[in-house]
């Protein structure tokens, strides 16, 4: 006969009186020691209130249970009661004491020594099958219990661990999560700064809110939320949201999708909504579009009565680039964007000034004198710098550089510290790197290899993916810098240990007097590479790598960054770039997306401009395209911007972010290729 899993019924009655009196002993302190808790992390909402039966209510019972299962269920309703009357550190306590009397002696599924029969067998092993499960419903239930407590207490990456507990041990015994599980995981992934594994834990939650459990939910108040965050999201952002596939995806990303292309546009947004609705009437975000259908209607009435007054009109735009001087190139090429997007537009007139023969200081005389409505500019850091210190310009402002932090700022991790009037277009590499790493760690990918080159360029770009990467997954990412020369290819050699197979070859045929048919072998571990570096160097690098890798293993997938791609470079034969994935503006990559007309007029035009003078070019376009939407992108944070240089969204700190495409070189072409 095997061993029972739990406590004989003496120790268990024993305990059980043990447990009673050391919490009746901290009832007198319940008011003291709960008074020290903050409000920070409130998880009341963990259990419902109706027919409210008291947590001692429960452990009273359990004190004159004799069957140790019941007991063990009572004092767990008695924990998850704590929570509810806010007792966060009685919970905790009784929780813990409750994982040591947990049994823990799981008899093992198989057949018995004692059993001689295939019944008995079958009997024996459904039985253990069933002690098994309900042990990991157990310790489920009190990880639940220890998450509510530590959040309450604002103990988050404790109670974060939690979850991952709950997690497996929801795994191991095969049941749905409950909703406070996603609940609270949708919190504590916001505190850890995980904006999509946030949403997807509050979606999962919503949709467990019909359902029988026992816990409350504030539906509309949750709606209302959920939509302020999913409209907030990048478009990378929400194609990695969609992939996640949470619950009633479909139609949340269709009206996000919706409110992001059409929400500048009243009539057209109304439109596109009530065809939402016909296409999706059972939704939980009905009450959401109800909503912006009523907000169009108010919309559209004061916008005809601000263009009657024609108090939004922009009519006097300047705009300060470097036209002479060492970055002449890069001014020009700016303003040639700015007027490909202006077309002669009568009802604007565009003043270039020289920023390189400017005084800032007459700066606010000469605005007045022109009559500006609005301002374009500068493009460089120090203009910037000084454009901003001329408090008395309060101007709308459109920067096309995000001016320098201080070491003091950097340190505290601040903002830019722009004034609610001023808005900069932010072209920063190190965007796309946290694209590129939030996109690729959803792949599954386990031991990723970063190879760089050591320029400035290239090391900010792998800084910010290894941040990112580590945020999400806890892992820090293995980096290389590879040097220019002769080294490069030895470098990349040792990152793949095909240095020790040529090593382990040549060792061998010194042993061995035949001649031997070798392969070197690469390191296994690797499963994905991500390559910083321009497109010079990656051309040299990329077929380092493939010729490294053993014909008999597993390809393993490239990506790249912008810097990769060159369409200059590329005008000679690509096939040494076959499968590499890189991050691109849409102006530089063939796409749904790029303004094929004007490319090809541009391509006429300047057939052998660079690619950062492209980037130039296709952010002035973008500086004047979006320049009537930014009043409407600041009151209503769903508006975005389809351009040249990305999908861009206006953020909280007044910066207009960007969300790249993704290629791929196939054979002699490049690819726009869906990622998400």
Request: proline share 3%; charged share 20%.
């Amino acid at each position: 006969m095997s061993k029972t899993n739990y406590l004989s019924p003496f120790t268990h009655i024993i305990s059980v009186i043990c447990i009673a009196c050391l919490l009746a002993s901290c009832a007198g302190n319940k008011q003291s020691a709960t008074s020290k808790t903050t409000t920070q992390n409130d998880n009341s909402y963990l259990l419902s209130q109706k027919d409210y039966i008291s947590a001692q209510h429960y452990l009273n019972q359990a004190q004159t249970e004799t069957n140790p299962d019941q007991t063990l269920a009572l004092l767990i309703k008695s924990s998850e009661q704590l929570i509810v009357e806010k007792d966060y550190t009685r919970a905790l306590w009784l929780a813990n004491q409750l994982s040591v009397l947990l049994p823990l002696k799981k008899t093992k599924t198989g057949i018995s020594q004692f059993s001689n029969s295939k019944t008995q067998n079958q009997a024996h092993n459904q039985s253990n099958n069933q002690s098994h499960i309900q042990y990991h419903n157990q310790a489920y239930k009190l990880a639940l219990v220890k998450a509510a407590s530590l959040m309450a207490l604002n103990e988050n990456e404790l109670a974060y661990e939690q979850l991952l507990l709950a997690d497996n041990f929801h795994s191991i015994a095969a049941n749905a999560h409950q909703m406070s599980y996603f609940k609270m995981l949708g919190l504590l992934q916001q505190f850890r700064k995980l904006t999509l594994a946030s949403i997807d834990a509050k979606l999962r939650a919503f949709s467990l809110q019909s359902t029988t459990q026992p816990y409350q939910f504030n539906e509309l108040d949750d709606i209302d939320q959920l939509w302020q965050q999913l409209s907030q999201l990048s478009q990378w952002q929400l194609n990695q949201l969609k992939s996640l596939n949470p619950p009633h995806i479909k139609g949340w990303f269709q009206l996000v999708n919706y409110a992001h292309k059409f929400g500048s546009d009243q009539q057209k947004f109304s439109r596109y909504l009530n065809q939402w609705h016909r296409k999706y009437p059972d939704h939980p975000a009905k009450s959401v579009v109800n909503d912006l259908l009523d907000e169009n209607s108010i919309s559209n009435n004061s916008v005809q009565l601000n263009q009657l007054n024609n108090s939004n009109n922009i009519n006097n735009i300047a705009v300060i680039l470097p036209l002479s001087g060492k970055q002449k190139v890069a001014g020009t090429v700016a303003q040639q964007g700015i007027l490909a997007a202006f077309q002669n537009d009568t009802n604007k007139t565009l003043h270039f000034i020289d920023a390189n023969k400017l005084d800032m200081t007459t700066l606010k005389a000469s605005f007045d004198h022109l009559a500006i409505d609005y301002v374009i500019g500068p493009l460089l850091k120090p203009h910037v710098k000084a454009y901003l210190a001329q408090t008395e310009l309060t101007l709308p402002t459109l920067l096309l550089n995000l001016p320098n932090k201080t070491l003091i700022e950097r340190s505290l991790q601040k903002s830019y510290g722009l004034l609610p009037h001023q808005v900069a277009l932010s072209m920063r590499r190190e965007d796309e790197a946290v694209q590129a790493a939030t996109t690729l760690s959803q792949k599954q990918y386990q031991q990723p290899l970063i190879l760089s080159h050591q320029d400035n360029t290239s090391k900010r770009i792998t800084k910010a993916f290894t941040q990112q990467w580590q945020l999400i997954t806890g892992k820090l990412p293995e980096t290389v810098y590879v040097a220019k020369g002769e080294e490069t290819q030895d470098k990349l050699k040792e990152s793949l240990d095909v240095l020790l197979s040529e090593e382990r070859i040549d060792d061998l045929q010194l042993r061995v007097k035949q001649t031997l048919k070798t392969e070197t072998r690469n390191r296994r571990d690797v499963d994905m590479i991500y390559l910083v570096g321009s497109a010079k160097q990656t051309r040299l690098l990329k077929p380092y790598i493939d010729v490294n890798i053993s014909p008999f293993a597993e390809l393993i997938p490239i990506y790249g960054s912008s810097l990769s791609h060159s369409s200059a470079v590329d005008t000679s034969d690509k096939r040494d770039l076959t499968g590499l994935v890189f991050t691109e503006i849409p102006w530089s990559l063939s796409s749904t997306q790029q303004n094929k007309q004007l490319a090809q007029i541009s391509h006429q035009l300047w057939p052998n401009r660079s690619d950062s003078l492209q980037r130039f070019f296709a952010m002035g376009f973008d500086s004047y395209s979006i320049l009537d939407k930014i009043s409407q992108m600041k009151n209503k944070s769903y508006i975005r911007h389809f351009g040249q240089t990305g999908v861009l969204k206006l953020n909280s700190n007044n910066i207009l972010t960007r969300s790249l495409l993704w290629g791929r070189y196939q054979k002699d072409k490049v690819h726009e290729i869906a990622m998400e």
